[in-house]
Structures are given as structure tokens and as C-alpha cells.
């Protein structure tokens, strides 16, 4: 017995092509309503021993004392990673700093580092003595590959350590899978997480706040 294949009419066809593009533009309203970010919070103590500098590059240190040229530095910097050169003044009159590596005087590889008023999203982290919040670490994409990143916060940990900082957070989308492996490269151990939810892209609402790690709850106040 012969049996017939039935075809999509015309008008099927046509509702199948339109469909994704409807999706695409219903989900991009949707982002722009209410966006979902997930965090990971990582910690580490104090680095002791002194770690070896990465071949051909120099350890800078800027703050908000420092010459005009190192200033500079940490300007072109934040200029080739993409970032608002706004926001180095303000960022330097908190009292942040901004570390880095330099090859040939340009820096290649760089964060930042708080003291205090660490927020992310609807939660404030809380401040302590002798401990500093690490952020916004960015490596130029021809010199990634060569542990930059996790030799950085090594670095870091080190320099910082020296000077009474005995605590070291910091925080990454969870998306960001590569810079998760170059922060437990450099030492630091999973301690929570957070969601939270945006709203017309300016309110946000948490949604979930999870301690991994004994001790992580006294990281936490909500503002």
C-alpha cells in the first residue's frame, strides 16, 4: 500500500523560518528586562614564599601616590583591555591599586585590588582586617597562554602578604571558566556563590547565596 508524505504548505514553511527569529527577538526583550548573573567567589591566604617573576616581565605596582607615569601605565592599560579610562581617578582616590606585568614597558597583564565597598550585585562583601578584594584582571589575548594570570595573583598574594594582608577574595562569573582556572592556578579554593537577578538593568534582586567553605559565611552582609 502506497502512502503519501505530507509536505509543510507554503504557509507551514514559512511560519518554521519566522519561528527562530521570533524566539531570538522575544529572548533579547527578555535580557533586557530581567538578566540572570551567577558568581563564584574564591579565597586564598597569604602567599610566603616569594614567587619566580614570569620570563621578560617586570612586577608594577601603582597607586594613588605614584609618578603621572605610572598613572599612565595603568591608563593604557584599561584602554587596551577595552575598559572605561574613566574609571582609573576614582578608582585610585578609593584607594584601589593596580598591579601588573610589564614587557618592553607595556603592561601586559593586570588587576585590581579594594580594600573596601566590594559589591556584587545586591550583595556587599563584608571588610575585615587584613583582607583585600581582587577585580578586573584582564590579559592582553597574544600574551595569554603563559600563566600571566595565575603568576599575577601569586605575585600578589606575596607583596600584599608582606604588608599585613592575610585574606584574598575574589569573584568570577561562572560562565568564565578559563579565569576560573587561572585563579585556582593561583592558589585560591572555591568558598560560595551567588545569583542574582536584574532587573530593567538597574535593579537587582538576589536569588541565591551558597557557602561552599566553612568559614565563607562572614564574607557576607546584604546592603
Known sequence: MLTETMRPSQGEWGLRIRRPWAVRILR??????????????????????GPAWPEGCAFLRVAGTASAVDHDLAQEAMCAAGEST?????????????????????????????????????IQLAEATGRAFLYNFHTLEEYRGRRLYPSLLLAMRHVLGLERVTEFVIDVDVCNIASARGIEKGGFALAAQVAFTTLFARWRCLCRRTVLERTASSLFRTV
Do not use: C
Not at 579565597?43 to 614564599?49: E, I, S, T
Not at 593586570?110 to 545586591?122: A, C, E, N
Open 28 to 49: 533579547g526583550v527578555l535580557r533586557r528586562v530581567a538578566r540572570r548573573t551567577r558568581l563564584m567567589i574564591w579565597r586564598a591566604p597569604l602567599n610566603d614564599l
Open 86 to 122: 574613566n574609571l582609573v581617578d576614582p578608582r585610585f582616590a578609593h584607594g584601589d591599586e593596580f598591579f601588573g606585568w610589564l614587557i618592553d614597558g607595556r603592561v601586559v597583564s593586570f588587576g585590581w585590588v579594594m580594600y573596601q565597598d566590594r559589591k556584587l550585585g545586591p
